[in-house]
């Protein structure tokens, strides 16, 4: 059974960073594609980053400069660096992976305010 552990969620400042995690567990994990999802409240659910099995990356436009997603094969994991953010960036911030079948996590919120 794939599992999906996020972390590193919370309340910052405009301005301030973040580091999410996500911790894949139940299947063999150097060769997939890990995605972060965010949903806003009253909002879809909208891609935030992707990361491949050959390292490569693409980024949604509001990401870009910003975000930076990297992965970590020995532990598993991928991470989200999220620097100069903003009051838009305040969501629910899930990983998923496609196995077979889609697979979510339960989700961490990223609140950003004053």
């Known amino acids: 059974q794939v599992q999906l552990a996020e972390s590193g969620g919370g309340l910052v400042q405009p301005g301030g960073s973040l580091r999410l995690s996500c911790v894949c567990s139940?299947?063999?994990?150097?060769?997939?594609?890990m995605a972060w999802y965010r949903q806003a409240p009253g909002k879809q659910r909208e891609l935030v980053a992707l990361?491949?099995?050959?390292?490569?990356?693409d980024l949604a436009g509001f990401a870009k400069g910003r975000f930076i997603i990297s992965r970590d094969n020995a532990k598993k994991t991928i991470h989200l660096q999220m620097d100069n953010l903003t009051p838009d960036d305040t969501a629910v911030y899930y990983c998923?992976?496609?196995?077979?079948?889609?697979?979510w996590g339960q989700g961490t919120q990223v609140t950003v305010s004053s």
């Open positions: 139940g299947t063999p994990f150097s060769l997939l594609t």
């Open positions: 998923y992976v496609h196995v077979g079948n889609n697979y």
């Open positions: 990361i491949r099995g050959d390292n490569t990356t």
